[in-house]
């Protein structure tokens, strides 16, 4: 079974301030992760993913995140926060070992990131 | 290049109606999942069609089914609808393979009265 931990509902920082949303995870095999972005009555947009290969991945607008597999971990971490980073992220994971080649994805249950000027 | 597009935007159905969901997947793509977004929650899968086949399931009764067609794009059935059944649906699309991104369309909202 493969799960998702997103421990904060809600996280609010300054705009120009370094974010980061917190992502913890368990596959009973090696993960792919990847981090998604909703706005609000949207689909989702990805963001980035973990495969393998350098624990620090660069996404789009701006994010990164740092798998830890010790910790079991892929936080989303952005420099600098922007107003408009504002929305619903959602952390997910696939087990590398999923019979089939299936590709489902267990989501967490979101962050709601609030970035103020 | 179009994206993954769903129809209908909207729909509001009563219990015990039927209803079909519809998905186009992206240019290029040949798998195509569905999830089910209740208020508040994150997506859950319901399943995924590949070469026209069911590939995976997720927690999700019979009450639930779908068909992908030739051309990849895909359908979703949910029969005896339930209150419970009220959630933005989701479709996604990728290339086959479990490390490859999904995409997601803007998804249909259901209503169940």
Known sequence: AQSVAQPEDQVNVAEGNPLTVKCTYSVSGNPYLFWYVQYPNRGLQFLLKYITGDNLVKGSYGFEAEFNKSQTSFHLKKPSALVSDSALYFCAVRDRRTAGGGNKLTFGTGTQLKVEL | ?113
């Open chain 2, 1 to 113: 290049d179009a994206g993954v597009t769903q129809s209908p935007t909207h729909l509001i159905k009563t219990r015990g109606q039927q209803v079909t969901l519809r998905c186009s997947p992206k240019s290029g793509h040949d798998t195509v999942s569905w999830y089910q977004q209740a208020l508040g929650q994150g997506p859950q899968f319901i399943f995924q069609y590949y070469e026209e086949e069911e590939r995976q399931r997720g927690n999700f009764p019979d009450r639930f089914s779908g068909h992908q067609f030739p051309n990849y794009s895909s359908e979703l059935n949910v029969n005896a609808l339930l209150l419970g059944d009220s959630a933005l649906y989701l479709c996604a699309s990728s290339l086959v393979g479990a490390h490859n991104e999904q995409f997601f369309g803007p998804g249909t909202r259901l209503t169940v009265l």
